[in-house]
């Protein structure tokens, strides 16, 4: 990983210290819910603005798809929950107030199964219905927070070097000092809570003791650099020892347990999204070299070459795959992405089509939806408009953090001579690159085209007055 993108990392586990740690200027004690939703919403959108979130569609669905199954066994909540994907090889999960929940690649890597990664978003889910973060402000020292920020800026500003990255250590321990000591009984708490939730969501709960073992072995062996998810998450062996006392009178039901059979290649697309390409080609090519019949080290190689910018390369790779797996839909998905990359609409809109229509595809939402999106780009580019919008606005519906559609469905909207539905969705597409100048060029473009008491006018609406606010 390049200097830059490893001191970014590092900056993660500074923001939560300093978010735990911080306290309002009011001599109040605990946040409401309501300050603790606003806080929330405010730090997420400094560390998507600082560090940056993945909006890989495969990927980020699949971490909502267990999320939000494991949110649902939480009752009632003050807080909607939000999921977002770093892409660091850090092994990592925090979170932040008001239900916002980060996990990075290096903990999609790490962890071997679904039930681990289950385990860690469970965890992670109790510490927000657990309050935890309100608690500690409450009981937290006062920290200048303001000195805080100009630390954080002047480190962002610095690029990572030397000098920056020895004021981000200072800044860490100090919050660390105040943040530690408060954390042993709430993971305990948070243990305990998350444990049914896993059990009723179909998962087994001994994904929580596997991935703790694990990480316990890379404190031991990567000592003192212990990872950022442990150093936030202290007494393992005690935590451990607690789950299996726990385990040993807690009823569970005998399985089968809720599984995604094919986690590997999430694996392999995490790897291949982290990774510079030439190491993800090395590493995949080995694991090819190792097993040449096992198409999953394929599958990571057609990613890291395609990343690359090898298309040519991918497509040998593919073909390849597909001589070995006639029937892999990943393999065959993957080629129809290739087949449209290189301008082949016919060979990419017959694969994804076969892909569309496999009766397992809907159990897999972000199978189906990476196959959608890229078989309505192919209508799109073959002039099949009406084709191409239904698919862009599932995807929409099902996967609004995807910025790439907001873009073509302007597109298509524009070329179907709907102006402000295009100018709407190009707002939103702006908007979500970071873009307010545009985005507010667009929105109001938007309203003068837009149907009075529409919802996008009302939307449109609303954000030009967020906007204008902020600027006052």
């Not at 200027?25 to 997420?44: D, H, I, M, P, V």
């Not at 001994?206 to 694990?214: A, V, Y």
């Not at 709907?418 to 545009?438: C, W």
Request: with cysteine; charged share 25%.
């Amino acid at each position: 990983m390049e200097p830059c993108k490893t001191f970014h990392l590092k900056l993660i586990s500074f923001l939560l210290l300093l978010f735990l740690s911080i306290s309002f200027a009011r001599e109040s004690c605990a946040l409401t819910t309501e300050e603790e939703r606003k806080l929330g919403k405010q730090y997420a959108l400094e560390i998507e603005a600082k560090i940056g979130t993945l909006k890989d569609l495969t990927l980020q669905t699949f971490v909502e798809k267990v999320g939000y199954s494991l949110v649902d066994q939480v009752g009632p909540t003050p807080f909607e929950f939000k999921f977002y994907l770093i892409n660091a090889t850090d092994p990592n999960a925090f979170a932040i107030p008001g239900g916002h929940i980060f996990i990075t690649t290096g903990l999609l890597i790490l962890a071997e199964n679904e039930q681990e990664l289950a385990a860690v978003l469970s965890h992670e889910i109790s510490h927000v219905t657990g309050r935890h973060v309100s608690q500690l402000i409450e009981r937290s020292k006062r920290i200048n927070i303001a000195s805080m920020v100009a630390v954080l800026a002047a480190m962002l500003a610095g690029g990572g070097g030397a000098g920056s990255q020895a004021a981000a250590t200072m800044a860490m321990a100090t919050a660390e000092a105040l943040a530690l000591k408060y954390t042993r009984e709430m993971e305990v708490d948070a243990d305990q809570n998350s444990l049914p939730h896993l059990i009723k969501a179909g998962y087994d709960p001994n994904g929580m003791i596997t991935f703790l073992n694990k990480i316990m072995r890379m404190s031991l062996a990567l000592a003192p650099q212990t990872p950022s998810y442990l150093s936030t998450h202290p007494a393992l062996h005690d935590r451990i020892s607690l789950l299996e006392n726990l385990m040993k009178i807690t009823q569970k039901p005998p399985g089968p347990f809720k599984t995604f059979s094919d986690y590997k290649r999430i694996r392999a697309r995490a790897f291949a999204e982290e990774r510079e390409p030439h190491v993800a080609v090395t590493h995949f090519q080995s694991l090819v070299d190792q097993a040449p019949q096992d198409v999953n080290g394929y599958y990571g190689l057609s990613l890291a070459y395609r990343k690359m910018g090898r298309l040519d390369k991918s497509m040998e790779v593919l073909q390849h795959a597909h001589s070995i797996a006639p029937h892999d839909l990943d393999i065959r998905r993957e080629r129809g992405i290739i087949y449209f990359l290189s301008g082949r609409l016919d060979q990419a809109m017959e694969d994804l089509e076969t892909v569309r229509s496999r009766p397992s595809i809907g159990a897999d939402q972000h199978h189906d939806l990476l196959t959608l999106y890229y078989l309505g780009r192919t209508y799109q580019e073959k002039g099949e408009l009406s084709k191409a919008l239904p698919l862009f606005l599932t995807i929409y519906k099902e996967a609004s953090f995807f910025i790439d559609v907001h873009r073509d469905l302007g597109s298509v909207y524009g070329r179907k001579g709907e102006k402000g539905l295009s100018h709407f969705y190009f707002g939103k597409y702006f908007k979500l690159r970071g873009d307010p100048k545009n985005a507010l060029l667009h929105f109001r473009t938007a309203i003068e085209w837009l149907e009075r008491g529409s919802p996008e006018r009302e939307e449109a609406q609303q954000e030009i007055k967020e906007h204008t606010s902020k600027k006052s």
